[in-house]
């Protein structure tokens, strides 16, 4: 019922900055908690940030004051602004979508820290 499809991943430096997009097929996106999860290379997945229907946000504590993960419900995108960004949060970053028992992901995008 619900695709996700993310964009934005890219080589950065070392303190450099990204912006994530995913973008949402479905019609009832606004309901929707949404999350961005990252995999390195060799680790599990981990969770990186949240944001409810009502706007209320979490993040690991690893991003904490560097990202900030927003949503246009008329756009039915969910952004993370990646700012500072170190070696350690390269990954793939993959987004999620969540209510009730539901859940989605995306394909994932590829982000990739280093000088």
């Known amino acids: 019922q619900v695709q996700l499809v993310e964009s934005g991943g890219d080589l950065v430096q070392p303190g450099g900055s990204l912006r994530l997009s995913c973008a949402a097929s479905g019609s009832s996106f606004s309901i929707y908690t949404m999350g961005w999860y990252r995999r390195a290379p060799g680790k599990q997945r981990e969770l990186v940030a949240t944001?409810?229907?009502?706007?209320?946000?979490n993040y690991a504590d690893s991003v904490k004051g560097r990202f900030t993960i927003s949503r246009d419900n008329a756009k039915n995108t969910v952004y993370l602004q990646m700012n500072s960004l170190k070696p350690e949060d390269t990954a793939v970053y993959y987004c999620?979508?969540?209510?009730?028992?539901?859940?989605?992901w995306g394909q994932g995008t590829q982000v990739t820290v280093s000088s």
């Open positions: 999620n979508a969540g209510w009730r028992h539901y859940t989605y």
């Open positions: 944001i409810t229907s009502g706007g209320s946000r």
